[in-house]
């Protein structure tokens, strides 16, 4: 089956930091741009950043960039989000996307929860 | 900042037809945008509706359809169903790797 999972959430204080990663499976992982998307409990989805299908490109929502970074590993077929200065407002599931062929978001993992707080 | 709108909630009769709308603060909607939107029922990850304003995804009944209307992208479903009682986003794509979410839209069929 064609699937993403996200691993690596947990609870974290105030100012730590967190790795995520996203194992893909049953397709061709280096074709495809990548994404993280989050949601906040009890709120609406929320673009986190994105990868391009060589890693080359990487690019971040307002809120997360210069704390976030993005990667992947086209050989083990993992993407992975590293999370630095984690706020409160950082709490949330996070989502695993893959980038379809017109600028959406075609499959989805499950998520893994991450939470900040003290 | 870029804020992309939609209803925060409608409901809809069982057999009825609903539009969801989602509109961008600064700029009508257009199919340069390549508007998508996605389902999500509480506790599951979001499902793929539609992409580029009106292609259906994979798997996705063609009660579900996308357009423009006016200003903005719109989601209408025909002959809506109890299970599509769900979350509804709208997502546009700004360019340069960059999406934004609009703030969803609770359906409620009754």
């Known amino acids: 089956e064609v699937q993403l999972v996200e691993s690596g959430g947990g609870l974290v204080q105030p100012g730590g930091s967190l790795r995520l990663s996203c194992a893909a499976s049953?397709?061709?992982?280096?074709?495809?741009?990548m994404t993280w998307v989050r949601q906040a409990p009890g709120k609406g989805l929320e673009y986190v950043s994105a990868i391009s299908e060589s890693g080359g490109g990487t690019y971040y929502a307002d809120s997360v960039k210069g704390r976030f970074t993005i990667s992947r590993d086209n050989a083990k077929n993992t993407l992975d989000l590293q999370m630095n200065s984690l706020r409160p407002g950082d709490t949330a599931i996070y989502y695993c996307a893959r980038g379809g062929s017109v600028w959406y978001f075609d499959l989805w993992g499950r998520g893994t929860l991450v939470t900040v707080s003290s | 900042q870029t804020v992309v709108t939609q209803e925060p909630s409608i409901s809809v009769s069982p057999g009825g037809t609903v539009t969801i709308t989602c509109g961008l603060s600064?700029?009508?909607?257009?199919?340069?945008?390549?508007p998508s939107w996605y389902q999500q029922t509480p506790g599951q990850a979001p499902r793929t509706l539609l992409y580029?304003?009106?292609t259906r995804s994979s798997g996705v009944p063609d009660r579900f359809s996308g357009s423009i209307l006016g200003d903005k992208a719109a989601l209408t479903i025909t002959g809506a169903q109890a299970d599509d009682e769900s979350n509804y986003y709208c997502?546009?794509?700004?360019?340069?790797?960059?999406?934004?979410f609009g703030g969803g839209t609770k359906l409620t069929v009754l």
């Open positions: 049953r397709f061709t992982f280096r074709n495809y741009a």
């Open positions: 997502v546009l794509y700004m360019g340069s790797g960059v999406w934004v």
């Open positions: 600064s700029d009508s909607v257009s199919i340069s945008y390549y």
């Open positions: 580029s304003t009106n």
